[in-house]
């Protein structure tokens, strides 16, 4: 049974560029969700996605953006790329049909962002 | 807004020997979640244990156990015969309980935990 899968696992890129994660969730699950996570720090939430829709959000700029696919799939799109916004970037999915968490989340092992 | 607390940023045991993780949190809440997870090199988080606020025994999973109190707010991990596997960076984690809006994870800032042979 597969589990999270993510890609690329490494890329950097150049500020002020843009960049598209991916993330195919565990099979079964039902909802993505993106952590930022910097370096020495934990996971921060960016957004979560179910049915398609954005469904929360966390304190990040319009600069982030996603994207959830018929089949689950998800992707995260970051613009303008900043400094700062080097990171590894976490998926995590969950069965989330009741609209409320509980389970836990299964984590994909992430992909390292450097902006250069 | 809820907040999560590890207050020890290193830690480190000998093998086979017993050793606590310290997490505080904050919150409103009276139905919650709360979890220790492990991320090791490999970088995947991984779920060690899961706590339901609701239920006053703490959640064991074989070498694994917390210490849950919910009037101080505290959930304590507790590893035992600790293996050198163990070594990895762990969090403590949030989780409000049935949001119709959505579900979303408050972690901490982790603790770098060693087992030295």
């Known amino acids: 049974d597969a589990g999270v899968t993510q890609s690329p696992t490494h890329l950097i890129k150049t500020r002020g560029q843009q960049v598209t994660l991916r993330c195919s969730p565990k099979s079964g699950h039902d909802t993505v969700s993106w952590y930022q996570q910097a370096l020495g720090q934990g996971p921060q939430f960016i957004f979560q996605y179910y049915e398609e829709e954005e469904r929360q959000r966390g304190n990040f700029p319009d600069r982030f953006s996603g994207h959830q696919f018929p089949n689950y799939s998800s992707e995260l799109n970051v613009n303008a790329l900043l400094l700062g916004d080097s990171a590894l970037y976490l998926c995590?999915?969950?069965?989330?049909?009741?609209?409320?968490?509980?389970?836990?989340?299964?984590f994909g092992s992430g992909t390292r962002l450097t902006v250069v | 807004a809820q907040t999560v607390t590890q207050s020890q940023p290193e830690m480190s045991v000998q093998e086979a020997e017993t050793v606590t993780l310290s997490c505080t949190y904050d919150t409103s809440e009276s139905n919650y979640y709360l979890f220790w997870y492990k991320q090791p090199p490999s970088r995947q988080m991984i779920l060690v244990i899961r706590?339901?606020?609701?239920?006053?025994q703490n959640a064991t999973e074989n070498r694994f156990s917390v210490n849950f109190q919910k009037a101080a707010k505290s959930f304590s991990l507790k590893i035992s015969d600790s293996q050198l596997g163990d070594t990895a960076m762990y969090f403590c984690?949030?989780?409000?309980?049935?949001?119709?809006?959505?579900?979303?994870?408050?972690f901490g800032e982790g603790t770098q935990l060693t087992v030295n042979p």
């Open positions: 706590q339901e606020a609701y239920k006053q």
């Open positions: 995590a999915s969950s069965l989330d049909r009741r609209g409320g968490g509980g389970m836990g989340y299964t």
């Open positions: 984690a949030f989780m409000k309980g049935r949001e119709t809006s959505g579900s979303r994870l408050t």
